[in-house]
């Protein structure tokens, strides 16, 4: 098994090129199922997420040919509408496919994600969506059957949650279907925002983007288009905070800085310098110790779950007490155990995490408990005192391109090995 050792105590500087968004591209690449032409996706990450999900696909018959950071999908002759349990259990986002399926083929077979280690995800809300839209809905030997022989009709529907992916399954469902769609209390997500343009390319027509209510007027078929993924804002956040808690000083080309308002706000309300320049942020730091901050994750614009973990981990050296609110998933505080094992000082307390900073963290062996923590147990081993082993690191392949090569290229002492 990998892990990666990090050796605490260097300071980061220089440059690092955020990546295509693992979660604008998983969207994206479902969205080829929508049509018989060639969707090319440009600036697409190197993670073992996307290849899962193009296992997916070509076990749907569509052919996927890559060449570096591009990569055209052509679903012109689809041999499947289902989607096999092991490709769903390792990654959830396999049941972006659900929608597109449907309302190209009038039926999927999805096995339902099962309990996941950072909460319960269900999948009611794409169901009761579709099921609004004419779908029947029926649940058997662990899979879901979605059925609309003579296609999917527009409805209009009120998510009685905000849901990122149940937003996108009906999105790309709602652009093949007979009349109008509306999308109420949708999610705001940039990533939705891109896979909004991108159908518009392919020739769906759908206004308000961007916001919470989504109109789509149905078309009768989608054709080909070329389009490139949004820069990947979590994993600017992600190095904006690796810039922080070294004192360090990181250009992040291509990074959008709309897209992380509320992380950037707490950076800055810390004493961090963030400057936007030319498309890219650049994060630096002279605070030797940076002040403790309370933040909640909430839907965008709010703070995104997905940097909790790593603003978590930044909080554990800070001066003073930090509280912690996760409004979006109930379980997912599982980073807490580990970086305790660092030194950190973290008490839970029903959805919110009290974050006592310690003057320093000390380098021990961790477990990377899901994606994004196993990126929080990186950050924290960049300043604790000597060797910080993380283990499990298949979750941080799944999400994250080159982590090491990146911050080693600023100067982090990181490395893999192959045990
Ligand atoms: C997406 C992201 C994930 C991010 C999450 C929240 C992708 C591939 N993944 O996940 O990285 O952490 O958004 O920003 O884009 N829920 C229900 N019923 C449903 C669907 C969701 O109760 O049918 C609940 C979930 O359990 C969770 C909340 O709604 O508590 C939000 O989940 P959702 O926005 O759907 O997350 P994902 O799309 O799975």
């Known amino acids: 098994m990998a892990k990666i050792l990090v050796q605490g105590?260097?300071?980061?500087?220089?440059k690092i090129t955020i990546s295509g968004a693992k979660n604008a591209a998983l969207p994206l690449m479902a969205a080829a199922l929508l049509t018989d032409q060639k969707?090319?996706?440009?600036?697409?990450?190197?993670?073992?997420?996307?290849?899962?999900?193009?296992?997916?696909?070509?076990g749907l018959g569509v052919s996927v040919d890559r060449d570096g950071s591009q990569i055209t999908f052509d679903a012109g002759n689809l041999t499947s509408t289902e989607a096999p349990d092991e490709l769903v259990r390792i990654m959830r986002a396999s049941v972006?496919?659900?929608?597109?399926?449907?309302?190209?083929?009038?039926?999927?077979?999805?096995?339902?994600?099962?309990?996941?280690?950072?909460?319960?995800?269900?999948?009611?809300?794409?169901?009761?969506?579709?099921?609004?839209?004419?779908?029947?809905i029926s649940v058997r030997d662990g899979f879901v059957e979605v059925l609309a022989p003579s296609g999917l009709t527009g409805a209009?529907?009120?998510?009685?949650?905000?849901?990122?992916?149940a937003t996108?399954?009906?999105l790309m469902a709602a652009a093949l279907a007979k009349g109008e769609t509306v999308l109420n209390n949708a999610a705001q997500?940039?990533?939705?925002?891109?896979?909004?343009?991108?159908?518009?390319?392919?020739?769906?027509?759908?206004?308000?983007?961007?916001?919470?209510?989504?109109t789509i007027e149905g078309v009768p078929t989608l054709s080909g288009a070329s389009h490139p993924v949004v820069a990947d804002r979590i994993e600017a956040g992600t190095f904006a905070v690796a810039a922080a808690m070294t004192q360090g000083d990181l250009l992040l080309e291509n990074a959008r800085a709309d897209h992380l308002t509320a992380p950037i706000d707490i950076l800055r309300r810390a004493g961090v310098e963030v400057i936007e320049q030319d498309g890219s942020i650049r994060v630096k730091c002279d605070v030797d110790r940076l002040p403790a901050i309370d933040f909640t994750t909430e839907p965008f614009p709010a703070f995104p779950t997905d940097l909790q973990a790593q603003f978590m981990a930044m909080m554990t050296v800070a001066s003073g007490t930090a509280v912690i609110r996760e409004t979006i998933f109930e379980?997912?505080?599982?980073?807490?155990?580990?970086?305790?094992?660092?030194?950190?000082?973290?008490?839970?307390?029903?959805?919110?995490?009290?974050?006592?900073?310690?003057?320093?963290?000390?380098?021990?062996?961790?477990?990377?408990?899901?994606?994004?923590?196993?990126?929080?147990?990186?950050?924290?081993?960049l300043v604790a005192e000597g060797q910080t082993e993380v283990g499990n690191i298949y979750h941080l392949d799944r999400g994250y391109d080159q982590v090491e090569a990146k911050l080693s290229a600023v100067g982090a002492a990181i490395r893999r090995v192959e045990e």
Request: charge should be neutral; proline fraction near 5%; hydrophobic fraction near 45%.
């Open 9 to 14: 105590g260097n300071r980061l500087a220089g």
């Open 39 to 58: 969707l090319t996706l440009t600036n697409m990450p190197g993670l073992d997420d996307v290849l899962t999900m193009s296992n997916l696909l070509r």
């Open 96 to 136: 972006l496919v659900l929608g597109p399926l449907v309302a190209r083929e009038g039926k999927a077979r999805v096995s339902l994600p099962g309990g996941c280690a950072i909460g319960a995800r269900p999948v009611d809300l794409h169901l009761n969506a579709l099921e609004q839209m004419g779908a029947e």
């Open 156 to 165: 209009f529907i009120t998510f009685p949650k905000v849901s990122v992916g």
């Open 168 to 170: 996108e399954n009906l």
């Open 189 to 214: 997500e940039p990533e939705i925002t891109d896979l909004a343009h991108c159908l518009q390319a392919m020739g769906a027509k759908i206004s308000g983007i961007g916001t919470s209510r989504l």
């Open 331 to 381: 379980n997912r505080f599982m980073h807490v155990p580990e970086l305790t094992r660092m030194g950190a000082s973290i008490s839970i307390n029903d959805r919110s995490a009290i974050v006592r900073g310690v003057d320093g963290l000390t380098g021990a062996p961790v477990m990377a408990t899901d994606l994004r923590a196993s990126v929080a147990m990186v950050l924290a081993g």
